[in-house]
């Protein structure tokens, strides 16, 4: 990946504009919507706040000048994401801790404090991006290798973007989140489903549906 890749700049730029929405619409939610129930088993848009929110968390710290301690050949997030949801893989093995996680996290904050990481954090760890350098490799756990910060953004455009629809569902709202957010992450999801099964029932040859690729 060149440092220059336009890519990059046009996912962070979906990213910021993602966050925008997170933020905006955590400040004009009232208390009894923050516990309104989503699609995600035990969660409510509380939750969702608090566990998306901890890539802000992270984000916002200075990133290395160096490449941080990784082995190997970083991996694509279309790569990471495979592995992450194989049978036996990470998503199975810690959805209980993730979950608890962004539970108790959510009934120790108050909403404005959830909201306030989307105002406060977001442009941080957006400026930070726009300064780092898209192929510098960085770790991403479960992955021992790690992946280009780059393909890091991949994945955090397309969290960003499935978990806002999962917030604007819970709501009753229709879907509203730029469209090339929608856009970075349909190429993304394509790309971990299975080529041939995706094309064949994409083409209406097969009845068989090769989704979903993720939890």
């Known amino acids: 990946m060149s440092v220059a890749d ?20 955590g400040g004009s939610l009232s208390e009894p919507k923050w516990s309104a129930a989503s699609r995600c088993p035990g969660w409510d848009v509380a939750c969702l ?8 968390l992270a984000l916002s710290a200075p990133l ?16 990471v994401l495979r ?16 979950a608890d996680q962004a539970v108790r996290e959510a009934a120790q904050l108050k ?3 959830l909201a306030e990481r989307f105002t406060r954090l977001g442009p941080v760890a ?13 770790p991403w756990p479960p992955a021992p290798s790690g992946v280009l ?33 929608v856009a970075h992450t349909a190429s993304l999801l394509t790309e971990v489903a299975p080529g041939v099964e995706l094309i064949e029932a994409a083409t209406g040859r097969s009845a068989t549906s090769p989704f979903p690729v993720l939890r």
């Open 6 to 25: 336009p890519d990059y700049r046009d996912r962070l730029d979906a990213l910021e504009q993602t966050w925008q929405v997170w933020s905006q619409l």
């Open 49 to 56: 706040y608090a566990h998306h929110s901890q890539f802000l």
């Open 64 to 79: 290395p000048p160096h490449g941080p301690e990784v082995s190997g050949q970083p991996q694509s997030a279309a790569q």
């Open 83 to 98: 592995a992450f949801n194989t049978a036996g893989g990470a998503a199975g093995s810690a959805a209980s801790a993730v």
């Open 111 to 113: 909403p404005a404090e």
């Open 126 to 138: 957006i400026r930070r991006l726009r300064s780092a350098r898209p192929d510098l490799a960085v």
């Open 149 to 181: 910060l780059g393909e890091g953004l991949r994945i955090i455009l397309m969290e960003a973007t499935v978990h806002l629809l999962d917030v604007q569902r819970a709501l009753g709202q229709p879907p509203a989140l730029p469209d090339t957010a």
